[in-house]
């Protein structure tokens, strides 16, 4: 097939612009006009579909490929016959690869090790399911736009083989290669079955290049490389390139080794010998690291501008402007390994007779860090919170950044000054939450500092998949401490914890979302639980006399477990129940208010960034509907109200119900039990031409309803609420 221009029309795709050709066919950036989106569409040769029964194996195997759900590996959308061509549908990731990054020269140490573990992360899920990639190389590591590395191209390089050799029986020549050469183990030669030892080999490889600026093989032919390959010495990385630790230099010649057996046997290995590299492992003062940092953003933002620029002048001369930059990269690098490898020897150094530090205190009993991510040189601020348990004998820890929240304990080593984590997490792989994640945390931290600085390593386990991470980190006593009710608020306000703990976390049964709620969002927001009932529908008239309500005694201004914020001698009470059809909601207010006005919003689902959730809101006076709203992302868009409202005055007190109908507000009929809901509710009065509040319930802008009463459907018939 010719290769297709752009705008040219492919099944429901339109051919953006042609990305590569590679050994299996045309990769072109298309749009799904179906669905609006611009994928990676993949359309394979005809030479190679053609044969037996490649296409149906091809779909057995992009099935387990599209099954693996991990974020480092391309997701595949779909599989597509459009005119007798097969065509494969992908996640179109816009950062180019690391073979365009390498044309600008070595790439520097710490970023290339950031490709390396999420490359092995990858390839360690897919090991662990029996699956050997075959084809590692720069060209499949692409760049996201967060600068995490995508491994692209699972499934293909084993089904190219195997056509290969098919091939190869129908002739007499067996001068056709299984596999791209330069980057292929000595094992693959020769034919024999690939294990993950592969892969870890070609992995070397790419780390090699990466650092070196090259491969250490020089030939241009597929026999003359055969030949290096078995004859030339591959030269340790320490005496190519200026300041790489031996560790690094050691575990790349590991990776390389001629013998399967010599190297680490799958990802998993590699992975964790990557965790103790003095690159990856040790602290950094806090100029180095912003320089660092800035260092590392700024190559970045060079490198998609020159990337831009290479559209119209070619990729080569751009990108060697870019060299020397990178090149003055190395000399921080090489400093850093200092500063690491002196940190990586405190951090391990033996325990006995190093009397264990006093709990991080103060005189509010808990104690805020700053933390250190030395991989991706990100500094977190005021991001791990540490929490004096009530028996002293332990720690409650969260951590909450960007879109992901941890949640452990800190148990203190019997002798030392370590500290044993073990907890929960979860996360959103990017900020546009595309792809949830969750599971379980364990690690180990140790005071450098007592009660001020910490180092610690903790090991993610995800429940989905059963792959593994770890993180090394360094925490120290925040520059500009928050307090705890602070921290409560500013995760309350992040784009992304309440979608985790809400839309997530809870329906999964995930108890420690829960206990995150009760420690911290309880303590800036109201926690009341909605009683479900199976009879008893309330006629809205403003009357609180009807049998459902009898059971809300009312005392003293409130009713039980309901909030309350009232002005001066005013005295509010609000009730809530629900059933199959409808909230139910009431307010009483005494003394009657001058022209009372009730304002409700409701938001029944998260959405991200949170403060752009949907949310509907109602204005009533006289028990009429005077203005009504449906919020999306702050945006005003029609909406046909059909809530019902009522008020009544009696005696000395004003009363108010409303029915609010779940059909038109959530997709399902009813919430299940222990299902969220977020709920602002305000009593208004006039007064001298204004509007002055009388009661709260909720927050003070009646229209941020992420910041309101947490409503808890409960199925029981229960008028309590938690405290």
């Known amino acids: ?241 200026e300041g790489v630790s031996p560790e690094l230099s050691e575990l790349a010649a590991d990776m390389l080794a001629r013998v399967p057996e010599d190297r680490p046997p799958d990802a998993g290995e590699v992975l964790a010998r990557l965790s103790t590299l003095p690159e990856l492992s040790a602290d950094q003062a806090d100029d180095v690291a912003r320089t660092q940092a800035h260092r590392h953003s700024a190559y970045q933002r060079r490198l998609r501008r020159l990337r831009a620029r290479a559209w119209w002048r070619g990729w080569g001369e751009a990108l060697r402007r870019m060299a020397r930059p990178a090149f003055r990269g190395v000399a921080v690098v090489a400093v850093l390994a200092v500063v690491l490898a002196g940190l990586w020897s405190a951090f391990s150094w033996s325990s006995r007779g190093v009397p264990s530090p006093a709990p991080p205190a103060t005189d509010e009993g808990y104690r805020i860090f700053d933390t250190i991510e030395p991989v991706a040189q990100t500094l977190w601020p005021n991001h791990w919170i540490m929490t004096r348990l009530p028996d002293n004998n332990g720690w409650d820890v969260i951590a909450a950044a960007s879109a992901r929240l941890w949640r452990l304990q800190a148990t203190p080593q019997a002798t030392g000054a370590g500290l044993v984590f073990e907890g929960s997490w979860a996360e959103y792989t990017d900020t546009s939450a595309r792809v949830f994640r969750y599971g379980t945390l364990s690690g180990n931290g140790r005071w450098l500092r007592p009660n001020e600085e910490m180092a610690a390593t903790l090991t993610f386990t995800s429940l989905q998949d059963g792959s593994q991470s770890t993180q090394a980190l360094i925490l120290r006593t925040a520059a500009n401490p928050i307090t705890l009710a602070e921290y409560a608020r500013r995760l309350e306000g992040s784009d992304h ?102 304002i409700i919003t409701v938001l029944p689902r998260f959405g991200v960034p949170v403060a752009m959730s949907t949310r509907w809101a109602v204005r009533a006076e006289g028990g009429r509907v005077i203005a009504a709203q449906r919020l999306v992302a702050d945006r005003s868009v029609p909406w046909s109200c059909d809530w019902t409202l009522a008020d009544q005055r009696e005696e000395d007190r004003w009363t108010a119900e409303a029915r609010i109908p779940f059909a038109g507000i959530d997709e399902r009929r009813s919430p299940r039990q222990g299902d969220r809901w977020r709920l602002n509710c305000q009593v208004t009065r006039e007064e001298a031409g204004a509007e002055v509040t009388v009661a709260t319930w909720g927050n003070a802008d009646p229209l941020r309803a992420e910041h309101g009463l947490i409503l808890v459907f409960q199925g029981a018939e229960s008028a309590q609420s938690n405290p």
């Open 1 to 241: 097939m010719a290769v297709l221009p752009p705008g040219a029309g492919f099944g429901k795709y339109r051919i953006l612009r042609l990305i590569g050709r590679g050994g299996m066919g045309v990769v072109y950036l298309a749009e799904d006009q179906t669905l609006g989106r611009e994928v990676a569409l993949k359309v394979l040769d005809r030479s190679v579909t053609a044969s037996g029964d490649f296409a149906a194996r091809f779909r057995v195997e992009a099935r387990t490929i599209a099954g693996l759900e991990h974020p480092f590996i391309i997701r595949i959308h779909a599989l597509e016959q459009i005119d007798e061509e097969l065509a494969i549908d992908m996640e179109f990731v816009s950062g180019g690869s690391v073979a365009d990054a390498e044309k600008a020269g070595p790439i520097p140490a710490t970023l290339a090790l950031g490709h390396l573990r999420d490359t092995l992360l990858a390839l360690a899920c897919c090991h662990e399911e029996g699956i050997i990639h075959r084809d590692v190389k720069p060209s499949n590591l692409l760049i996201r736009g967060d600068g995490h590395v995508v491994l692209s191209d699972f499934g293909l390089a084993k089904l190219l083989a195997e056509y290969q050799t098919e091939s190869i029986a129908q002739r007499t020549s067996s001068g056709l290669f299984l596999g791209t050469p330069r980057y292929a183990p000595p094992e693959a030669w020769d034919g024999q079955p690939p294990t993950p030892a592969w892969d870890v080999f070609s992995t070397g490889m790419v780390l090699y290049e990466a650092i070196a600026g090259a491969t250490p093989y020089s030939a241009d032919t597929p026999l003359s490389l055969m030949k290096e390959m078995i004859e030339k010495r591959i030269p340790p990385l320490s005496e190519v390139v």
């Open 497 to 598: 914890a309440q979608a985790l703990i809400y839309k997530e976390l809870i329906p999964r049964n995930q108890a420690w979302a829960e206990e995150v709620e009760s420690r911290y969002l309880c303590a800036v927001s109201r926690r009341v639980t909605v009683p479900r009932r199976a009879g008893g529908v309330p006629e809205i008239d403003g009357n609180l006399d009807d049998p459902c309500w009898h059971d809300f005694i009312e005392a003293a201004g409130a009713a039980p477990g309901m909030a309350v914020t009232g002005e001066g001698d005013a005295r509010a009470t609000i009730r809530l129940r629900y059933d199959d059809d409808a909230l139910y909601l009431a307010v009483a207010v005494r003394p009657i208010p001058v022209q009372p006005r009730l």
